[in-house]
């Protein structure tokens, strides 16, 4: 298969390239309107308690549950007729927008409820309201509505808050983010490939096969909007995936190439023999990223599900370019793959000598790795216990719902959010709903369960429709609108905040109140717990799939029952290692001045989650291209313990420099993503650039060698029954178009080569 496509892009390189550049344009027109058809929710599921508590509350009651808030500040005072007109010309613009319900201002509302929207300082006060829509339909309209009503002048400043304006921040920070992403990302991958290949042409390959998976990209997510909900976090991961794999992979697709051409191949035979092997090695990779992200499709959460399929069409949009348009590019550019080399001019003004490519057996991995096995069994024991203690962090992990927080400080929303945290008795916000639906009974029955909800710890005030009750007492005459012929709900003021360890015991404590009949609890805390408890549920079966599909694939690609076993643990314990950085950095609040985010005690579940999936995959990337080299020297030499070390050692050498620049590559893809102002995609990105550059140092450098050395020939051993199945199975390499290198080994002279630089190698890792 692989070499038939070869051969086709090989024979008719400007049908293949014209093809490609048609789709590129297409792609990129028709998914330049991606971003406006995203949704910024995909969070939570209707099954919840507390979205059904929410949804009571909305079917039932105007604006029982505000989600939007207008924070008014006047210098001169809150009870200034500047603050007044304000508040007056806001509330006048609120009600023209059918959507927005339930509107309630501190200059409207009763005297005994007003001192709730007063700030303490007695300069601020605060408008509240309901916006009508599902999470992704809050966004697009309290952006609409921000633009209104937002202003500042005359001793009077207005900005949005609350839920709605977070989601609609959060938006439009993203989609700044993603420019200036791409903008740090793509040239410094193009410095940096120049400086791995010499040649400005091969530099220009990858980033040229990065664009088009840029394009495909969006062009995918685009029509993936027509068929289901796309979240807009998405946008900024897919891209960046797009672009790290499709670099990734032409990367070692050009590497090999100019391997082959420097081995006597012509341009034609070098792109087939390439994809015969680095193009095998890359549809494996892709096979692996593809079913990681996959597993993310059994959450109920579209936010997981979008990212699942789009996942999935970018690693595969990726991997075709680079095994169907890289070889048509290289055939056309043929031995001009290496022209434009900037090594030259600069040894020219130094006087410096060309420099000669050394032999594996001579190149410092090659010696590195040997140093290694030398001392295997230490370096395995040292390296895995160092790898636990930086992932002993995560074993105090706490997670929650991401709130204003994870936004700047200079974001409206964050502002309205810290302003609600410090100068109101009680965040609004943050209220948690006691919803009774059907209630009938008598009004004594609320009353007696307000009163008892307001003796919980830090509650100071419950609303009903009995009165307000504070410290068990009645302080307030009753809010009659919190009752009908559907039911009863009751609104629990907190001071904590919902998303921390205490606003979760609180929580229970409030459960646990004897109540009057069924009850659903909504409000911040219970969505934030309702929400991590709906994805914990879900996350065994993700890592059962992810597991078993990575082991039957390494089996298929190895033909190796340990091989499989110890990459799988080897990811793992790379991945804890840096979810425990990302515990220390992000929860704990280290680096957090030089980082620019606010820690909250938390982290976002979802982005680890959507990390593991993702480093996961690249990670195994890197595993099976280094695999795939050891594998054909090991098929090339003796089947001896020797001949198992000297394959190992032949594979990092060969592939140490590839992989290492590979790894610096979508690292610097990643972390582009780490300029963003929103906290979680701060984390997603450091934490992916953390796992792959780990995995390319300290996994392949030092542990999968010493482990290699430890195991031996078991390495590559299998059961009868298995060993028949990979070898009906099995993806064995082509060798239809060998190179020279492959033919001297056919006939003998490599085998004799190899049991010599084995036997070396044993000699020296024995001493």
Not at 225 to 240: F, G, H, I, P, Q
Not at 331 to 356: I, K, S
Request: aromatic share 8%; glycine share 8%; proline share 4%.
């Amino acid at each position: 298969m692989l070499t038939t496509l070869a051969r086709f892009a090989a024979a008719r390189p400007r049908v293949v390239l014209g093809i490609a550049l048609l789709l590129m344009v297409l792609c990129g027109l028709f998914g330049a309107t991606a971003q406006a058809h995203m949704k910024s929710g995909g969070f939570v599921t209707e099954d919840l308690e507390s979205v059904r508590a929410a949804e009571f509350i909305a079917d039932h009651f105007t604006g029982g549950d505000p989600n939007y808030v207008l924070l008014i500040q006047a210098e001169d005072g809150v009870d200034s007729a500047a603050a007044k007109a304000a508040a007056q010309r806001v509330t006048d613009q609120l009600r023209t927008y059918p959507e927005v319900s339930g509107i309630q201002s501190y200059w409207s509302a009763r005297p005994d409820l007003a001192q709730a929207l007063r700030g303490k300082d007695g300069r601020s006060g605060i408008v509240v309201a309901s916006i009508e829509g599902d999470d992704g339909e809050l966004s697009e309209r309290a952006a609409k509505i921000s633009e209104t009503v937002q202003t500042s002048g005359d001793g009077v400043t207005v900005r949005a808050g609350g839920l709605a304006a977070v989601f609609a921040d959060m938006n439009a920070q993203i989609s700044e983010d993603l420019i200036v992403a791409e903008a740090i990302a793509v040239p410094l991958t193009g410095l940096l490939l120049i400086l791995v290949f010499g040649s400005v042409v091969a530099a220009a390959l990858p980033i040229a096969i990065g664009l088009f998976a840029i394009a495909a990209a969006l062009g995918i997510l685009r029509a993936l909007t027509v068929v289901t909900d796309v979240s807009m976090y998405a946008l900024n991961m897919t891209t960046a995936l797009g672009l790290a794999m499709a670099i990734d992979y032409s990367l070692f697709i050009v590497s090999r190439y100019r391997e082959e051409l420097a081995n006597g191949l012509d341009s034609r035979a070098a792109v087939v023999r390439s994809i015969q092997t680095a193009g095998r090695t890359v549809v494996y990779s892709a096979l692996v990223v593809a079913l990681s992200l996959a597993a993310l499709a059994v959450f109920p959460q579209y936010f997981f599900k979008s990212f699942a399929y789009a996942g999935i069409a970018v690693v595969a949009a990726a991997a075709g370019a680079a095994v169907i348009v890289l070889p048509a590019i290289l055939v056309l550019v043929g031995d001009r793959v290496n022209a434009l080399d900037l090594r030259v001019p600069l040894r020219r003004m130094f006087r410096r000598p060309e420099p000669t490519e050394p032999q594996p057996e001579r190149s410092l991995w090659y010696r590195w790795v040997v140093g290694v096995m030398k001392r295997a069994a230490p370096v395995a024991v040292v390296t895995t216990i160092a790898l636990l203690l930086l992932g002993s962090p995560f074993l105090s992990a706490h997670f929650g719902y991401p709130d204003d927080r994870a936004l700047t400080q200079s974001a409206p929303s964050r502002q309205v959010g810290d302003a609600l945290r410090s100068d109101f008795s009680a965040d609004l916000g943050a209220s948690a709903y006691a919803v009774l639906p059907g209630f009938r009974s008598g009004q004594g029955e609320i009353g007696a369960y307000a009163a008892a909800l307001s003796k919980v710890a830090d509650v100071p005030a419950v609303l009903s429709s009995d009165g307000v009750y504070v410290n068990g007492l009645r302080a307030a005459a009753a809010s009659p609108e919190m009752s009908g012929p559907a039911g009863t709900f009751l609104s629990i003021g907190t001071r904590l905040d919902p998303y921390s360890t205490a606003g979760k015991d609180q929580l229970a404590e409030i459960r646990a109140v004897p109540a009057p009949g069924d009850v659903l609890f909504g409000g911040a805390a219970a969505l934030n717990q309702d929400s991590v408890s709906a994805i914990a549920d879900r996350l065994p079966l993700a890592a059962a799939l992810i597991a078993v599909t990575t082991l039957i694939l390494l089996f298929l690609f190895t033909g190796s029952l340990l091989l499989p076993v110890k990459a799988l643990l080897l990811n793992i314990l790379s991945l804890a290692a840096t979810f425990g950085a990302m515990v220390w950095i992000f929860q704990d609040g280290h680096l957090s001045g030089l980082l620019g985010f606010t820690p909250t005690g938390k982290l976002d579940l979802a982005m680890p989650i959507l990390m593991f999936s993702l480093a996961f995959g690249a990670s195994m990337d890197y595993e099976v291209f280094l695999l795939s080299r050891i594998r054909e020297e090991w098929l090339a030499g003796e089947k001896t313990a020797a001949g198992n070390t000297h394959a190992v050692a032949m594979g990092v050498a060969r592939t140490g420099r590839i992989f290492t620049a590979a790894a610096l590559l979508m690292s610097i893809v990643f972390l582009a993503l780490a300029s963003s102002g929103v906290a979680a995609m701060k984390l997603f990105g450091i934490g992916c650039a953390l796992a792959v550059l780990s995995d390319a140092t300290v996994i392949r450098a030092l542990l999968a060698p010493a482990l290699m050395r430890v195991m031996g020939t078991a390495n590559w051993w299998a059961p009868k029954p298995l060993a028949a199945l990979h070898r009906r199975f099995g993806l064995a390499e082509e060798t239809n178009d060998p190179s020279p290198r492959v033919e001297a080994e056919s006939a003998g002279t490599g085998d004799a080569a190899s049991r010599t630089r084995a036997d070396r190698v044993a000699d020296l890792v024995s001493e």
